[in-house]
C-alpha cells in the first residue's frame, strides 16, 4: 500500500524527504544485519549504543553548522522531536507533558560532552552569543529551557538556543533540563522514517521531522527490549 | 580548484591505509607474518588519526542520497576493533574513503571517523 502511494505522488520527494527514506530504512537494515551475527543480548546492546552515538554525533553537527554556513535564517527546526500526545491500547490519550510531570527530575547537561540539540535560528543573534561566550564564562539565563530525553540520551533545546549553541562550540557550561522517559511511549508508537505511528490502530499521528530522530527512537526501542530479555534471564 | 584539494587530501589519507589493507582470518591470526601486518597497521592507524585530525572538516553541509551509508562502514570499523584486526580495520577506512569520496570531510563522517578512532587506538 505503501509503494502505490508512493509511485501515485504526482510531486517529486524533496531532498529532506529522499533523505528521510534511505537514512532510515537503510540504517535500520544495516543495525538489523550486524544484530543478526551477534549472539549475546549485550554484544547487540553495545552495537545499537555505537550507531545511537553516530547518530547523535551527525545531529548535533548538522544543527549547528547549518546556519553559520547557510547565513540565512532558515535553520532546520527539529521541534517537536516526537508527537506531542499518543494513544494506549484502549484510546486513552497520553501527553509528553503527563510523563514529564511524572517524571519531574533534572539533570545537569555538560555542553562538552552530551549531546544537545540547539538551533540557533538567527544569525546576527548567533554571532553575539559566540563573541559573548568566547570572552566570558557560560552563564544559565532564566530562558534556557531545555529537556532531557532519558533513552536516546538527548538533550533538546527549548529556550537559549544561541547562547547554548554558542557554549557548545566553545565545549563550556552546563545547563538543567527536565528529564523526560519515553520509555511508555515505545508499545504504542512506531516510526517509519516518515510518519509517527499509533501501534493499536496504525493511524499516522505526526510527521517526522528529521529521520535520524526516528532512527534514535526505533534504537532505543530495540535496546529497551534487549535489556528487558536480560532482565528476564537473569 | 577546490576539488583538486579535496582530491589530493583523499590521496593522501588513502595511501596512509591501504598499503595495509588486506584481511586477516580467524584462522590466520597466529602467523607471525600475520602478526607484523597487524602490527604495522596499527601503527598505520596512528599516524592516520593524527594527520586526520590536522584536517579541517567541510563547511557546507551537504545532503547525500546515501546519506546514511557511511554508518555501515563505521559498523565495520568497529567490528573489526573489537576484534583487533588492525589490516582490517585499514581496509574498512579506505573502502569508507572510497565510498564517500566526495563527503568524507562532512562533519557527520567527520568526527565520527575520529571519534571511533579515539576509542579504539
Known amino acids: ?234 | 580548484m577546490k576539488k583538486d584539494k579535496h582530491r589530493q587530501i583523499y590521496y593522501k589519507m588513502i595511501n596512509i591505509t591501504s598499503p595495509h589493507s588486506s584481511w586477516i582470518m580467524e584462522k590466520d591470526q597466529d602467523k607471525p607474518e600475520s602478526k607484523k601486518a597487524n602490527e604495522l597497521a596499527y601503527q598505520a592507524l596512528i599516524e592516520f588519526r593524527e594527520q586526520f585530525a590536522q584536517l579541517k572538516p567541510d563547511t557546507a553541509y551537504q545532503v547525500s542520497y546515501n546519506h546514511g551509508h557511511y554508518i555501515k562502514n563505521l559498523l565495520h570499523i568497529r567490528r573489526e576493533f573489537e576484534q583487533q584486526y588492525y589490516t582490517n580495520v585499514c581496509n574498512e577506512i579506505s573502502k569508507l574513503l572510497f565510498q564517500n569520496k566526495a563527503i568524507f570531510l562532512q562533519p557527520r563522517i567527520y568526527y565520527n571517523i575520529l571519534k571511533t578512532l579515539d576509542k579504539y587506538l
Not at chain 1, 549475546?40 to 544543527?63: A, G, P, Q, W, Y
Open chain 1, 1 to 234: 500500500m505503501a509503494f502505490l502511494d508512493f509511485i501515485r505522488r504526482k510531486k517529486p520527494l524533496s531532498k529532506m524527504e529522499s533523505m528521510n527514506s534511505n537514512g532510515f530504512g537503510e540504517t535500520m537494515n544495516n543495525v538489523r544485519w550486524f544484530l543478526g551475527h551477534e549472539t549475546e543480548n549485550d554484544s547487540k546492546i553495545r552495537i545499537i549504543d555505537f550507531v545511537m552515538e553516530v547518530v547523535r554525533e551527525d545531529l548535533k553537527t548538522d544543527l549547528l553548522s547549518s546556519i553559520l554556513y547557510r547565513r540565512r535564517h532558515d535553520a532546520k527546526w527539529i521541534n517537536p522531536l516526537m508527537p506531542s500526545c499518543f494513544y494506549d491500547e484502549v484510546g486513552k490519550e497520553i501527553t509528553l507533558q503527563d510523563i514529564q510531570i511524572q517524571g519531574a527530575a533534572i539533570k545537569e547537561v555538560d555542553l562538552s560532552v552530551d549531546c544537545i540539540l540547539a538551533v540557533p535560528w538567527h544569525f546576527i543573534s548567533y554571532v553575539d552569543a559566540i563573541r559573548t561566550i568566547g570572552t566570558n564564562d557560560f552563564v544559565n539565563e532564566s530562558n534556557h529551557r531545555v529537556c532531557y530525553f532519558k533513552e536516546l540520551e538527548l538533550s533538546c533545546v527549548k529556550g537559549g538556543n544561541h547562547s547554548i549553541g554558542a557554549g557548545v562550540v566553545y565545549k563550556k557550561g552546563h545547563v538543567k533540563a527536565k528529564e523526560i522517559s519515553i520509555k511508555e511511549m515505545f508499545p504504542h508508537v512506531y516510526t517509519n522514517g516518515f510518519h509517527w505511528f499509533n501501534q493499536h490502530t496504525k493511524e499516522k499521528l505526526a510527521k517526522v521531522l528529521d529521520f535520524r530522530i526516528s532512527l534514535l527512537y526505533e534504537l532505543a526501542k530495540m535496546k529497551e527490549e534487549l535489556l528487558r530479555a536480560n532482565l528476564v534471564n537473569q
